[in-house]
């Protein structure tokens, strides 16, 4: 069997930006949910067994105590903030397992979900089902994979090093120099994209690195240069590393015969009723039916 793990954030905020509006019997707006709705089901009915959602309950964490200028949800729009409890709960009448974030982000989530499932030798391949770069360093090898559904690309750690130049194991490194806008951090003055790519390939850590530019691989450039910049930022380099990491101990499930879908509640019609979603409930049955078959 496989496992899908999907970021419902992301899923949210494409859908939210990508389906016309629409409001449920009250007149709040469900565009976004009924579109991750649909996509998460057409998931199911194209064969999925085993599946979790990961949304960001609150878009603060604890990196926000880390660091003042970490992501808050200043700025993200009302009605879409406003979807998120509707999707978990939708979801969970769905049959879907879901993890609401409070304390850890999605992203922490979809890494404990995916370290946890790769530790059950049942499993055959590992989907995390989302383009964000942070998850790049939770892939190893051809068993743990990022998906990105939007693109029908399918991203192993040789790809992983295609894109980054750097192996999955250095991805916090690289986001530590290099920052994160998505995160609200800013990363190492005067490390790019290719300097980051370069150094960590030779040195796959922080701690790796020689403090002594003349001790660098003569093949990159700019060594010196470099060197003054990450060592004068030393304690800000390893608190985005930090920023960047995604933890492994968020409690996600106890086996993955967990995840295993097993078709919708008795509330999931009344889900549908309120996102005025007939169709959603009809193929929803459908598809438990035939599994059941």
Known sequence: ?????????YELFRHFFAVPSANDVNGQEIGAVRGVLTSVL??????????GVATDHVVESFRNNLYPGYKTSEGVAPELLSQFPILEEALAAMGVVVWPMVEF??????ASAAAKSA???????????TPDKDLGQCVAGTRVVQMDRRKDLVRDEAGVVAKFGVS??????????????????PGVAGWGQKAAALVLSQYPHLEDVPKDWREWDPSIKRARALSESLFSAWDDALLFRILATLRLDVPVFDTVEDLRWKGPLTTFEDQCRRLKA????????????????
């Open 168 to 185: 999955p194991q250095s991805i916090p490194d690289y986001l530590a120099v290099v920052g994160d806008s998505a995160d609200g951090f």
């Open 278 to 293: 007939p169709d959603l409930l009809r193929r929803t049955k459908a598809a438990a039916s035939k599994r059941s078959e």
């Open 119 to 129: 530790q059950d030798g049942h499993v055959g391949k590992v989907f995390i089902c």
């Open 42 to 51: 057409s998931m199911i009915e194209k064969g999925t067994t085993h599946l």
């Open 1 to 9: 069997m496989d496992v899908y793990l999907i970021d419902g954030t």
């Open 105 to 110: 982000e999605a992203d922490d989530a979809l």
